[in-house]
């Protein structure tokens, strides 16, 4: 009996292993294309990956192989292109001129106001250095604008330029290189900021006295034309802050258009409140209104400065008289 029961469990369990055995082949049977489809799809997936890529690249290149890329030549719209940056370049040469300058139009004769011995002498002169270091930037400013503006106008001619760059270095060289070239008086004589800076400073250092011409200041060198050959130069300047109707200093100046005279705000509104007359200017036959005139912001500092120096000379007289 202990036999016989013996062999039926185990003739029980042995047909319970191989149903075991049966699914897990099936399992396997399953699992192995699965994972093969899966290795398919990753390979799949990884190749419409790299292919993504190239489409990627091959956009962002515009289809050309950039390692055997050759420069191309420029055409119309990049012509247009180099007269945009040329245009840059001049409107910050334009800022440089209209900010840059009056700073030290203003400081100049702020300096000159204090100016006592040999220390003040010394900051004057190198102010004036670095006035004319900035017009050197300005004009080299307007070499690159000039540099870009003859290449663009090659380009819209028709020429091929597939050097683009060696073309404007060259270019560029040759404008910088005839501007150094120029003598001290044609790049600086000839710079209206720079000899408004030089009036300012001279009027303070000798008021009353009309400015000689600004050749005066700029010693002559090689190639200038000698004094006796020289055009006829404008001198005798000299700044007048008094308003032609009160023979006083300005007061919130107004200036004409059609013809720069200035006058204190005030007395020029009730000459003009009755319409069009002539410029109270003396020798100024321009007819003038109201509507013609505008603020001169820079000229009103500068009478207040006048203001300023004439009551000090006024006071210094005063104090004078009363040591004698």
Same mark, same amino acid.
């Given at each position: 009996?202990?036999?016989?029961?013996?062999?039926?469990?185990?003739?029980?369990?042995?047909?319970? *292993?191989?149903?075991?055995?049966?699914?897990?082949? *099936?399992?396997?049977?399953?699992?192995?294309?699965?994972?093969?489809?899966?290795?398919?799809?990753?390979?799949?997936?990884?190749?419409?990956?790299?292919?993504?890529?190239? /489409?990627?690249? *091959?956009?962002?290149?515009?289809?050309?192989?950039?390692? +055997?890329?050759?420069?191309?030549?420029?055409?119309?719209?990049?012509?247009?292109?180099?007269?945009?940056?040329?245009?840059?370049?001049?409107?910050?040469?334009?800022?440089?001129?209209?900010?840059?300058?009056?700073?030290?139009?203003?400081?100049?004769?702020?300096?000159? *106001? @204090?100016?006592?011995?040999?220390?003040?002498?010394?900051?004057?002169?190198?102010?004036?250095?670095?006035?004319?270091?900035?017009?050197?930037?300005?004009?080299?400013?307007?070499?690159?604008?000039?540099?870009?503006?003859?290449?663009?106008?090659?380009?819209?001619?028709?020429?091929?330029?597939?050097?683009?760059?060696? #073309?404007?270095?060259?270019?560029?060289?040759?404008?910088?290189?005839?501007?150094?070239?120029?003598?001290?008086?044609?790049?600086?004589?000839?710079?209206?900021?720079?000899?408004?800076?030089?009036?300012?400073?001279?009027? @303070?250092?000798?008021?009353?006295?009309?400015?000689?011409?600004?050749? /005066?200041?700029?010693?002559?060198?090689?190639?200038?034309?000698? /004094?006796?050959?020289?055009?006829?130069?404008?001198?005798?300047?000299?700044?007048?802050?008094?308003?032609?109707?009160?023979?006083?200093?300005?007061?919130?100046?107004?200036?004409?258009?059609?013809?720069?005279?200035?006058?204190?705000?005030?007395?020029?509104?009730?000459?003009?409140?009755?319409?069009?007359?002539?410029?109270?200017?003396?020798?100024? +036959?321009?007819?003038?209104?109201?509507?013609?005139?505008?603020?001169?912001?820079?000229?009103?500092?500068?009478?207040?400065?006048?203001?300023? #120096?004439?009551?000090?000379?006024?006071?210094?007289?005063?104090?004078?008289?009363?040591?004698?």
């Amino acid at each position: 009996m202990p036999t016989a029961a013996t062999s039926r469990r185990r003739a029980r369990r042995e047909p319970s *292993e191989e149903p075991v055995a049966e699914g897990r082949q *099936e399992e396997d049977e399953e699992t192995q294309p699965r994972r093969s489809t899966k290795k398919k799809l990753s390979a799949k997936v990884k190749m419409d990956t790299d292919n993504e890529d190239e /489409d990627e690249k *091959e956009q962002i290149t515009g289809r050309i192989d950039v390692r +055997n890329f050759k420069d191309q030549p420029l055409d119309v719209d990049n012509g247009r292109k180099l007269g945009g940056l040329a245009a840059d370049w001049a409107s910050m040469a334009k800022t440089l001129n209209t900010s840059g300058f009056s700073i030290f139009k203003e400081l100049g004769p702020s300096i000159a *106001e @204090v100016a006592d011995g040999e220390e003040s002498g010394k900051t004057l002169v190198d102010l004036d250095i670095t006035m004319r270091d900035l017009i050197d930037l300005e004009n080299e400013m307007l070499c690159y604008e000039k540099s870009l503006e003859d290449l663009q106008q090659l380009v819209l001619q028709g020429e091929e330029i597939d050097n683009v760059m060696e #073309r404007y270095d060259e270019q560029l060289a040759l404008n910088v290189d005839a501007y150094k070239k120029k003598t001290s008086r044609y790049k600086y004589g000839k710079h209206k900021e720079y000899a408004d800076f030089k009036q300012r400073i001279f009027e @303070v250092q000798k008021p009353g006295q009309a400015m000689p011409p600004i050749n /005066d200041f700029i010693p002559r060198e090689d190639g200038d034309d000698s /004094d006796d050959d020289d055009e006829i130069e404008v001198g005798g300047m000299t700044q007048d802050y008094k308003c032609p109707l009160t023979l006083t200093i300005l007061v919130n100046p107004l200036t004409a258009k059609a013809c720069h005279h200035s006058f204190s705000a005030v007395a020029i509104r009730e000459y003009l409140k009755a319409g069009p007359k002539t410029c109270p200017a003396a020798g100024c +036959n321009q007819h003038i209104s109201i509507k013609d005139l505008e603020e001169d912001k820079d000229l009103e500092r500068r009478a207040k400065a006048a203001a300023r #120096r004439e009551a000090r000379r006024e006071e210094d007289s005063d104090d004078e008289e009363v040591v004698e």
